[in-house]
């Protein structure tokens, strides 16, 4: 299914930013392959000064030896020390080279015939001088006069009468390590240029790197995998709830079912599951609204038929009698009307203005007997009686947290209840106590209200605090209730964190008995 446009992730998805805080991570360890020139440098520092001791080791065993002395020494420390030496006198001519005098203790590489692999490691040796900035070396090539003119390292070492090392690069791109240093002590004398070409800097430099891409390369793999598995368990069943939550906006599928991830105990599956709670109580919210629109149209349409069919009688009927009938069953049924709308825009409102409600501790015997001392000041229907029965002195005293004005309309529409189900002269009892704390229980405040009539059978019970379900004593006026009475008292109710139920008399009589449950707000005493 399509997700809409609003809904879609803004941005990268959440499959994207795992893979990139996971691979920024292995990134910045890959940073460490570009410090491996401090390593190639640290080596390059060892070999200048090996070079340089090796020089002048050589030039202290030269000095005072003949020249058939000096070319041998020269053939035998070129040969075991893998070095080209050159000997130079005080003009700077080329007297002696290791190369001429026996076979070269080694070779430069032509990168020419090398293997692909040579030219991609050389590639990225240039690449890595390039990130780090390392500064240009000269090419190693070697001068077409042999004279020592041509070598810079000779005239500075001649000029300074000290060693001096040069470093170049081989074709093949490995370092070739010269140093140039006096034979004796005389500064005009003989001059001495060894030559080595260090390929093992580089072989160890690219071993090393080899070894680092080696190791960042498995790391990278274990992590995309391990960032693929932990989005898999996250965006997944995201994106199922998404699913849902579309179909369920839409409005398309009745039935649909939010997962609810049974067997996921972290964040994931709580979220999951709270919100297919979250539908459950929606569809059940949406539920209770058709069913309470089409209750409204129902009872609404029964008084409007009537008195559209008591008006439109009225021009046929001459009889004044008739019309007086006529004009009395209208009004009644227009005074039906405004009671069922008054009732329904009450229920209607009754959640949103409890929710903005500031509840106050309040005595609710004392509001008792307000609610009852006015009604003891009209006439109720039959002449039935309301008493009130306080609390003793020596108990609590029933304070509860609530809204004065939503709890008396409780009060009044359980007396309404029971005066209409009292027979003629019968006693409504209205009795307030402060129930002390049980076990695994608080203190609660109780009030009820009891009647002399029928009482309610058991198996309606459930059925009397459903919106416009009413069961009335046959010589009541028809609509004379709205059914709505104890419904809303219910909801107040339960908006207070307390109850409303039916039980039986306390005494065994006949009649109903409706308790209001309330949490106790006063203090205990020890």
Known sequence: MLVPRALRPRGLSLTARILAVNVIALALLAGSFFY?????????????????????????????????????????????????????????????????LAPPSFALVDPTGEPWYQHAARLLDRGVDFIVGAPPVERYAE????????????????????????????????????????????????????????VDIT???????????????????????????LARTIVQPLRALVRAAVRVRLGRDREVVVPRLPDRGDEIGLLARAFSDMTMALRHRIDAVESFAADVAHELKNPLASLASAIESLDRVEDATLRRQLTAIATHDVQRIDRLITEIADASRIDAELSRATFVRLDLGGLAAQVVGARGARETRGGAVIRLRQPDPGTYAPLVLGDAMRLERVLENLLDNAVSFSPPGGAVDVAVWTQGPREGEDARVMLSVTDEGPGIPQAERGKVFERFHSVRPAEEAFGAHSGLGLAIARTIAEAHDGRLAIIDRPDGAHGACLVLTLPYAGELRA
Not at 207 to 227: C, E, F, H, K, P
Request: aromatic letters at 6%.
């Open 36 to 100: 491996l020139d401090s390593y190639r440098s640290q080596l390059l520092g060892e070999r200048f000064k090996l070079a340089r001791a090796e020089a002048e080791i050589a030039a202290d065993a030269l000095d005072g030896a003949s020249l058939a002395q000096q070319k041998t020494l020269l053939v035998r420390i070129g040969q075991e020390q893998r070095l080209r030496l050159r000997l130079y006198d005080r003009e700077g001519r080329l007297v002696a080279d290791s190369f001429a």
């Open 143 to 198: 001068p077409a006069d042999p004279g020592a003119g041509n070598w810079p390292e000779v005239v500075r070492a001649r000029a300074a009468h000290s060693t001096q090392v040069y470093l170049r690069y081989a074709p093949d791109r490995t370092p070739v390590l010269t140093a140039a240093t006096p034979v004796g002590s005389d500064s005009d004398g003989q001059m001495l240029l060894a030559m080595r070409n260090a």
């Open 203 to 229: 072989q160890a430099v690219r071993d090393a790197r080899q070894t680092l891409v080696i190791i960042i390369g498995l790391a990278l793999m274990l992590s995309v995998q391990l960032s693929l598995f």
